[in-house]
């Protein structure tokens, strides 16, 4: 593989950018104007968001079993089983909910979005489509942003609700806690700035993964070899940038929230 | 065939369909195109001949605004494409029906629903998108794979979908992207009897991408014959008037004119290409 010099690498990286820029910026403002295609909204709703519920219940589940078994080993040392409760819901709810649902949905819809633009990119059904007069970022992109973001703020909710439950299930089970000790516990440290901080989180994964996974999608090139190169950059993209996300929401919300 | 909403050719009556003047473009600092200028007028058919890898697809795509030149301008039904920005250019192309190389069908789509999305966009009701599909169907002789998916059909079968598809808003202009490539030779003369079929039943104007030089010299010199239903050479050795060649070589066009011109060529390139 040729070597690029650094004016080339440097050319070729910020025109990436400014070309992800103009992808998300016209896929929201087509979420304000007409047409819009509310079959292709349902349709990414129930692939996104309903098809996504295995895989986000398993993992919110056993996150919140895990993380009890893990707090509770080390509260031990202290004296403060009791608090094993607050501790993973704070944790599910601030923090491992709404990052593991957005690299669950990450790893499987990004991937999606990027290999199903790429081969309808790759067999010209995109050209075909223009050609036929649709805007492919109105009828592609749009309903999936939507969906994604919407779903994915549900999804979330439910990865913390299961997370919790899964919590509670091991406290009462292996560690001995009472049942009412573990959610009065939860219920007392949750404060109102800790849900919002989490539920902040979603919304932003939520428009990456759809942004960044149709991004890599309509811009493939070189066959079904592009198709699967599409596709990891997809992913990996999609995952730093909810990590990096993360973590400057995270930022925001302790200055707003003050914890 | 519905004939599309607006009548173009009302906007500017005196103008070539499709006009290149000076239009060059590369990628990634390769020259794809250079130079070219080209007419076509209403009810032309143009065949464009050439090498595999000389800009014969980049200059169709060109001609319907799916990309945009580096250089020189483009007018299409006498508007510069060049300077119209993609929602403008969504206006120009329901004039526009474009076949592509590998047909381009949505997997996701029946073939009704591939032949009826322009009408489907055009939120048409259903009884009267489904009466224009099985009449664009039955013109290219595939009314039984209406309830078919792409997967489902043969690489013949989905490009006379394609042609269903580009016909069936009855555009004013044409574009055929290698509409026989790949395929084997019976199978090919199914399509240039379709095309001929359009061209002498609507008189639509058209250019046409081939490397079988066959298929272009049977475009020239065959008619369609409404009473058999059939394709027939045109009597006395006869030659299509409105037939036109454009060849290209390296990004450049190496030959423009008639049929006639074009076997009387004594360019040794060109010969040895013919041959």
């Known amino acids: 593989m040729p070597f690029l010099n650094i004016e080339s690498f440097a050319k070729k990286q910020v025109a990436g950018v400014q070309d992800y820029s103009l992808l998300a910026g016209r896929a929201v403002a087509n979420l304000f104007t007409a047409p819009r295609y509310w079959s292709e909204i349902w349709s990414q709703m129930d692939s996104i968001g309903v098809g996504s519920m295995p895989i986000v219940i398993l993992t ?132 109102y700035g800790d849900v919002v901080a989490g539920m902040t989180k979603p919304l932003f994964s939520g428009f990456i993964i759809a942004t960044v996974g149709c991004y890599f999608g309509l811009k493939t090139t070189g066959g079904t070899q592009g198709v699967g190169k599409a596709t990891t950059e997809a992913v990996v993209v999609s995952s730093v940038f909810i990590i990096v996300v993360d973590f400057l929401v995270t930022r925001l919300m302790i200055g707003i929230f003050g914890s | 065939m519905a004939k599309s909403a607006r009548p173009i050719e009302d906007l500017h009556p005196d103008a070539p369909v499709v006009d290149f003047a000076n239009v060059s473009i590369g990628f990634e600092g390769k020259h794809v195109l250079k130079d070219i200028s080209f007419r076509v007028e209403r009810g032309q058919t143009m065949i464009i001949l050439g090498p595999a890898g000389c800009g014969k697809s980049v200059l169709m795509k060109l001609a319907n605004g799916l990309l945009s030149p580096d250089s020189g301008t483009i007018k299409i039904f006498g508007q510069e494409i060049s300077a119209m920005d993609e929602r403008q250019m969504f206006g120009l192309r329901e004039h526009i029906g474009m076949v592509f190389q590998e047909s381009a069908l949505f997997d996701s789509l029946s073939v009704e629903d591939n032949v009826a999305y322009r009408l489907h966009e055009e939120h048409m009701p259903e009884d009267e998108a489904h009466t224009k599909v099985v009449e664009a169907l039955k013109f290219v002789e595939l009314a039984a794979a209406i309830a078919k998916f792409p997967s489902e059909l043969s690489g013949g079968m989905r490009r006379r979908v394609s042609i269903a598809r580009a016909i069936i808003t009855a555009p004013d202009l044409i574009l055929y992207d290698s509409p026989t490539g790949g395929l084997d030779p019976i199978t090919s003369t199914t399509i ?72 009387r060529s004594e360019d040794p390139w060109i010969r040895e290409y013919l041959a």
Request: glycine fraction near 10%; hydrophobic fraction near 45%.
């Open chain 1, 60 to 191: 919110g589940f056993f996150t919140g079993c895990v993380l009890a078994l893990q707090s509770a080993t080390a509260l031990k040392e202290f004296g403060a089983v009791n608090k094993t409760g607050g501790l993973v819901a704070l944790s599910m709810v601030k923090e491992l909910g709404p990052v593991l649902t957005g690299l669950m949905v990450s790893g499987r819809n990004a991937s999606g979005m990027a290999s199903e633009l790429g081969s309808m990119k790759v067999t010209e059904q995109i050209d075909a489509m223009r050609a036929l007069g649709t805007d492919p970022i109105r009828k592609l992109v749009a309903p999936r942003l939507f969906a994604t973001v919407f779903m994915l703020f549900f999804l979330t909710i439910i990865s913390d609700a299961v997370g919790i439950a899964g919590g509670a299930l091991v406290s009462t089970t292996l560690i001995g806690l009472p049942w009412s000790s573990y959610i009065a516990d939860s219920y007392d440290k949750l404060l």
């Open chain 2, 192 to 263: 240039v009897e379709l095309i001929v079929k359009q061209r002498d039943v609507s008189h639509t104007t058209s250019l046409l991408i081939t490397h079988r030089i066959q298929d272009a010299f049977t475009l020239a010199t065959h008619q369609f014959n409404k009473a058999t239903g059939h394709m027939e050479p045109i009597p006395n050795g006869g030659i299509d008037d409105s037939t036109r060649f454009l060849i290209l070589n390296e990004g450049s066009i190496v030959f423009r004119g008639s049929t006639q011109e074009l076997v």
